[in-house]
């Protein structure tokens, strides 16, 4: 059976966000007490090619388990730092839910099925989740075959997210600038070029709610700027630059707090690989690999 590269880059969808899928796909199909996330959607947001790499590699095909095991061998850690990544903004957005947020707004939403899995939200939260028109187009069609009809509590917004547009867009789509709001950005900050991050952030204190909070994953500056030490680290910058999504912007390493608290925030939480390795990776998990590469933060909005 033969299987081509997984290298995917399109014009109108993001390749990346497709990718991103392909890994919760990977890891939902594992048993309940193995499996680090779950998300029994992600399996549709992958393409026909995806589709027959992953059940080749659900039948144990010599070729592509050997296709998966090189991707771990040149990209060691990365799939568990993902899916980690996964379950952390899962569990930081359960617990944003118990504490009352009102909005919650998902920017480079992609493939991101929180507004559809996570409990409790639907009935709580008005979900708004922003990408271009060409993913939403695609993200749309499929939620209606898993539903039969879009969601009422998920409002699609199609906007620049590093544009002081952002808020005026949102706003027309009653978006309510005083209500306490979550802003997920998962796999999308070091794709934007820093003065879009700065007006990003900025736009977010000045048009939120008091307790309003934001939680992103960030690469150090050094894999922006080629003086990366680790090997890992130039594959995935090579990779994504492949693909036509090349990074932007990162964060030197041990500044993450003072970076955000100069830009109207508070609470400021770091989540180092050492971190969700400790909380997420024991048992009979213990021994798999995380990447140093990826690190969380959440914060709340200073007001």
Same mark, same amino acid.
């Given at each position: 059976?033969?299987?081509?590269?997984?290298?995917?880059?399109?014009?109108?969808?993001?390749?990346?966000?497709?990718?991103?899928?392909?890994?919760?796909?990977?890891?939902?199909?594992?048993?309940?007490?193995?499996?680090?996330?779950?998300?029994?959607?992600?399996?549709?947001?992958?393409?026909?090619?995806?589709?027959?790499?992953?059940?080749?590699?659900?039948?144990?095909?010599?070729?592509?388990?050997?296709?998966?095991?090189?991707?771990?061998?040149?990209?060691?850690?990365?799939?568990?730092?993902?899916?980690?990544?996964?379950?952390?903004?899962?569990?930081?957005?359960?617990?944003?839910?118990?504490?009352?947020?009102?909005?919650?707004?998902?920017?480079?939403?992609?493939?991101?099925?929180?507004?559809?899995?996570?409990?409790?939200?639907? $009935? &709580?939260?008005?979900?708004?989740?922003?990408?271009?028109?060409?993913? %939403?187009?695609? +993200? @749309?069609?499929? *939620?209606? /075959?898993?539903?039969?009809?879009?969601?009422?509590?998920?409002?699609?917004?199609?906007?620049?997210?590093?544009? $002081? &547009?952002?808020?005026?867009?949102?706003?027309?789509?009653?978006?309510? %600038?005083?209500? +306490? @709001?979550?802003? *997920?950005? /998962?796999?999308?900050?070091?794709?934007?070029?820093?003065?879009?991050?700065?007006?990003?952030?900025?736009?977010?204190?000045?048009?939120?709610?008091?307790?309003?909070?934001?939680?992103?994953?960030?690469?150090?500056?050094?894999?922006?700027?080629?003086?990366?030490?680790?090997?890992?680290?130039?594959?995935?910058?090579?990779?994504?630059?492949?693909?036509?999504?090349?990074?932007?912007?990162?964060?030197?390493?041990?500044?993450?707090?003072?970076?955000?608290?100069?830009?109207?925030?508070?609470?400021?939480?770091?989540?180092?690989?050492?971190?969700?390795?400790?909380?997420?990776?024991?048992?009979?998990?213990?021994?798999?690999?995380?990447?140093?590469?990826?690190?969380?933060?959440?914060?709340?909005?200073?007001?």
């Amino acid at each position: 059976m033969k299987i081509s590269k997984m290298q995917i880059k399109r014009k109108d969808t993001s390749g990346t966000a497709e990718e991103i899928a392909f890994h919760r796909v990977i890891e939902s199909a594992k048993n309940e007490e193995e499996r680090i996330c779950y998300d029994p959607y992600a399996v549709h947001f992958i393409g026909p090619e995806l589709l027959k790499f992953f059940e080749a590699t659900a039948c144990n095909y010599p070729e592509a388990k050997a296709r998966l095991e090189e991707m771990y061998r040149l990209f060691p850690g990365t799939q568990n730092s993902i899916v980690a990544r996964v379950r952390y903004f899962d569990d930081y957005l359960q617990n944003c839910i118990d504490e009352g947020i009102e909005q919650l707004v998902i920017l480079g939403a992609g493939y991101d099925t929180r507004a559809y899995r996570i409990v409790g939200l639907k $009935e &709580k939260v008005k979900v708004f989740e922003v990408d271009y028109q060409g993913t %939403q187009k695609v +993200k @749309t069609e499929k *939620i209606k /075959e898993i539903f039969g009809s879009l969601p009422h509590h998920v409002t699609f917004v199609d906007a620049d997210v590093g544009s $002081e &547009k952002l808020f005026k867009n949102l706003l027309k789509h009653r978006y309510n %600038q005083t209500q +306490k @709001t979550l802003f *997920i950005m /998962e796999g999308l900050v070091y794709y934007l070029p820093p003065e879009n991050v700065e007006t990003l952030l900025s736009s977010i204190v000045q048009n939120s709610g008091s307790g309003s909070k934001i939680i992103f994953d960030y690469f150090p500056q050094s894999m922006v700027d080629g003086t990366c030490e680790l090997e890992v680290g130039n594959l995935i910058y090579e990779r994504v630059k492949q693909s036509g999504e090349p990074l932007k912007f990162g964060i030197k390493d041990g500044t993450v707090e003072e970076f955000l608290k100069e830009r109207g925030f508070s609470h400021i939480q770091n989540v180092t690989s050492e971190d969700y390795k400790k909380a997420y990776f024991y048992g009979k998990n213990e021994n798999r690999e995380v990447c140093s590469l990826y690190s969380f933060v959440h914060a709340m909005v200073e007001h």
